[in-house]
Nanobody, 128 residues
Framework: QVQLVESGGGLVQAGGSLRLSCAAS????????MGWFRQTPGKEREFVAH????????AYTDSVKGRFTISRDNAKNTVYLQMNSLNPEDTAVYYC?????????????????????WGQGTQVTVSS
C-alpha cells in the first residue's frame, strides 16, 4: 500500500502563490511518475501537471502553463506544485496521484486511469 498526503492548500487572494506538497509513504518507489489533478463541485477531475520519475519530463494543462511548476524530491518521497499568479478559476480541491509507470507521454499523463494511488486532496481557494 502507498499513502499520499497533500498539504499546503488554503485561502489566497488573486495574484498570490501557494506551494502544495504531496508526501508519499508505505511501499513507495521513486520509479513512478506523479501527477496533480484538481476538481470542483459538479465537474470531473481535471489534469493539472505531471512529472516523470527522473524529474526530466514535465507536462501541464494549458491553463496553468507559465504559472505552475511541478517538481519532486525523491530523497524525501515528496512532490510539489508551486502555484503562482493564482486566479479564482484555480479554486478547487487538488489531488496528487501516483502513476503506474515511470513516465506517461503522448497525453496519457492526463488520463486518471493511469494513476493507481490518490491522496485525500487539499482545498485551494482563490478570492477575487
Amino acid at each position: 500500500q502507498v499513502q499520499l498526503v497533500e498539504s499546503g492548500g488554503g485561502l489566497v487572494q488573486a495574484g498570490g502563490s501557494l506551494r502544495l506538497s504531496c508526501a508519499a509513504s508505505g511501499r513507495t518507489s521513486t520509479m513512478n511518475s506523479m501527477g496533480w489533478f484538481r476538481q470542483t463541485p459538479g465537474k470531473e477531475r481535471e489534469f493539472v501537471a505531471h512529472i516523470d520519475w527522473s524529474d526530466n519530463g514535465t507536462a501541464y494543462t494549458d491553463s496553468v502553463k507559465g504559472r505552475f511548476t511541478i517538481s519532486r524530491d525523491n530523497a524525501k518521497n515528496t512532490v510539489y506544485l508551486q502555484m503562482n499568479s493564482l486566479n479564482p478559476e484555480d479554486t478547487a480541491v487538488y489531488y496528487c496521484a501516483r502513476s503506474v509507470y515511470s513516465g506517461l507521454y503522448g497525453g496519457l499523463y492526463s488520463d486518471a486511469r493511469y494513476y493507481d494511488y490518490w491522496g485525500q486532496g487539499t482545498q485551494v481557494t482563490v478570492s477575487s
